[in-house]
């Protein structure tokens, strides 16, 4: 019987043990976790401030090492597309765009984004699907209206690119007190 009772202590002992070292363990992957999270946090940071100052190179790097902390983060993916676009890197660009979507495929802004940079690739038919669907996530999108109205131009369809451009305005208009 007294080797029962030592037996059961010894098992709750260990019991006790490998809980504590498997609450350790959790806690220390939390720990990192956050502090990757705040590494990655800190690169994207670091990536919006270098785009303000126009460095779009430098934003490009920041924003490359947030997503390779954090590589499923959509508006990671989208700001380096931004800046992949302002260095006039298009392919680029819309390959960043494309993840975003794929991330985040309700988010109004990588759409846009991506009609923005097939619009300079003079992709008009493509230019025109994504801001359509940025307009379909954000009726109140005056650069989608407008982007998709630039297309339609380009592709000589006036009426179209009016209506589009009409609405952009009323959009602001509706915004103004009067």
Same mark, same amino acid.
């Given at each position: 019987?007294?080797?029962?009772?030592?037996?059961?202590?010894?098992?709750?002992?260990?019991?006790?043990?490998?809980?504590?070292?498997?609450?350790?363990? %959790?806690l220390?992957?939390?720990?990192?976790?956050?502090?990757?999270?705040?590494?990655?946090?800190?690169?994207?940071?670091?990536?919006?401030? #270098?785009?303000?100052?126009?460095?779009?190179?430098?934003?490009?790097?920041?924003?490359?090492?947030?997503?390779?902390?954090?590589?499923?983060? =959509?508006?990671? #993916?989208? !700001?380096?597309?931004?800046?992949?676009?302002?260095?006039g890197?298009?392919?680029?660009?819309?390959?960043?765009?494309?993840?975003? @979507?794929?991330?985040?495929?309700?988010? =109004?802004?990588?759409y846009?984004?991506?009609?923005?940079?097939?619009?300079?690739?003079?992709?008009?038919?493509?230019a025109?699907?994504?801001?359509?669907?940025? @307009?379909?996530?954000?009726?109140?999108? %005056?650069?989608? #209206?407008?982007?998709?109205?630039?297309? #339609?131009?380009?592709?000589?369809?006036k009426?179209?690119?009016?209506a589009d451009?009409?609405?952009? !305005?009323? @959009? @602001? !208009?509706?915004?103004?007190?009067?």
């Amino acid at each position: 019987m007294h080797h029962d009772s030592t037996q059961r202590a010894t098992n709750q002992r260990v019991a006790v043990l490998v809980s504590f070292a498997a609450l350790l363990v %959790v806690l220390a992957g939390l720990w990192g976790s956050s502090r990757l999270l705040r590494g990655a946090q800190n690169a994207f940071d670091e990536g919006l401030r #270098y785009q303000k100052q126009g460095d779009h190179f430098k934003a490009v790097t920041s924003y490359s090492e947030a997503i390779r902390q954090e590589p499923d983060w =959509a508006q990671a #993916y989208n !700001n380096r597309g931004e800046a992949h676009g302002a260095l006039g890197n298009f392919s680029r660009a819309i390959e960043d765009f494309d993840r975003a @979507i794929d991330l985040d495929p309700h988010a =109004a802004i990588p759409y846009l984004n991506r009609g923005d940079a097939y619009l300079e690739q003079r992709d008009f038919n493509r230019a025109i699907l994504d801001y359509s669907e940025a @307009i379909a996530l954000d009726k109140q999108s %005056v650069a989608a #209206y407008r982007g998709r109205g630039t297309a #339609y131009a380009q592709k000589g369809q006036k009426e179209k690119s009016l209506a589009d451009f009409e609405k952009a !305005n009323s @959009i @602001i !208009n509706s915004d103004k007190p009067f």
